[in-house]
């Protein structure tokens, strides 16, 4: 089963930005774990909270530089590429607009989190401005948003509904966290209204890369092509012009 060329639309992966990598040694063992698992493309998507406080973008562009440096000193076959998880707020359009935020790398798409308790009406009214501005919405981590696990159907009607792309987490696809979250997955996967699949690793251990996994879970219980359509997502991203 060929598991190379592997991509990650949804990574913590650079050092001191959020609640991933403390240290530079500690990124350099989540590339690594990358590699092992497959990767050759990760979407570095460091959380980003513009409501309470501003992107470093300066820093994040430094952090970023300095992973792919290492990545060529090894002599991987890994890019990382620009991106952020932003937790949506009524400004996100406006400094999407001003490149005071990265989308995912040089697409319109954006990777946008939202509070767990959102209802897809608030989802739907923040992909609205995301059009109007000219980005596409991706929905981070679906099955986390609580009011809507509990029907997927209407997720599945959102989804066509308001254009959104949704991505699902390995560990869920994986060991869902309970059974409405279970029940939420396995609706969502067998319709195929899941777009894509992302580690959102933090680090090596306690939120690791298991993107090889899932991988090969979804090939047992949803057939290989739909389970390489899911892990090469970010592939449709790179031919958008996606530059290192």
């Known amino acids: 089963m060929k598991t190379s060329g592997f991509t990650d639309i949804h990574q913590h992966v650079l050092w001191g930005l959020d609640d991933g990598p403390k240290t530079p040694e500690q990124m350099r063992a989540l ?3 990358n590699v092992q698992s497959g990767i ?6 460091s959380h980003a909270y513009p409501k309470t406080r501003p992107f470093e973008l300066a820093l994040y562009r430094e952090r970023l530089d300095e992973a792919n440096a290492y990545c060529e000193s090894q002599g991987w076959n890994l890019r990382v590429l620009s991106g952020c998880e932003i937790h949506y707020c009524d400004s996100v359009p406006d400094l999407l607009t001003a490149g005071r935020l990265p989308a995912l790398g040089s697409s319109r798409h954006v990777l946008i989190e939202f509070d767990h308790d959102a ?5 739907g009214e923040a992909a609205d401005s995301l059009y109007r501005a000219g980005f596409q919405p ?3 981590h679906v099955e986390r948003y609580r009011r809507i696990v509990r029907s997927p159907r209407r997720a599945m009607e959102a989804r066509e509904e ?4 949704y991505q699902m ?5 994986l060991r869902p966290a309970g059974l409405w979250e279970r029940r939420f997955a396995e609706k969502l996967l067998n319709a195929r209204a899941v777009d894509a699949i992302a ?5 090596t251990a306690l939120r690791p890369v298991r993107m090889r996994e899932a991988y090969q879970q979804i090939v047992r219980q949803y057939g290989v092509r739909y389970a390489g359509r899911l892990v090469r997502f970010g592939r449709q991203l790179a ?6």
Do not use: K, M, W
Request: hydrophobic content about 50%.
């Open 31 to 33: 590339l690594a774990q």
């Open 162 to 165: 308001y254009g959104l792309i």
């Open 119 to 123: 209802a897809l009406s608030q989802i």
């Open 138 to 140: 991706v929905v981070a």
């Open 239 to 244: 031919r958008e012009g996606i530059a290192p």
């Open 169 to 173: 987490n390995c560990e869920t696809v």
């Open 40 to 45: 050759s493309l990760i979407f570095a998507t």
């Open 199 to 203: 580690t959102d690793a933090h680090d």
